[in-house]
């Protein structure tokens, strides 16, 4: 999921750099919904794995 955030924001940036701005400004929007919930899916595995402790299966 965070490599979707790279290439969303290198698209960004290129097309930043082309004059593109429309193109620009949606490829950074969506990179940055992606990495919220990578950031959010991240935080509840983390608490899901400290609420296990140290069971193994």
Do not use: D, H
């Amino acid at each position: 999921m965070l490599r979707w955030v790279l290439i969303f924001l290198a698209v960004a940036v290129v097309a930043a750099i082309l004059g593109f701005g429309g193109i620009a400004g949606t490829a950074a929007g969506i990179a940055k919904i992606i990495f919220y919930i990578f950031i959010i899916l991240f935080a509840i595995s983390l608490v899901v794995r400290l609420l296990q402790g140290n069971k193994r299966l």
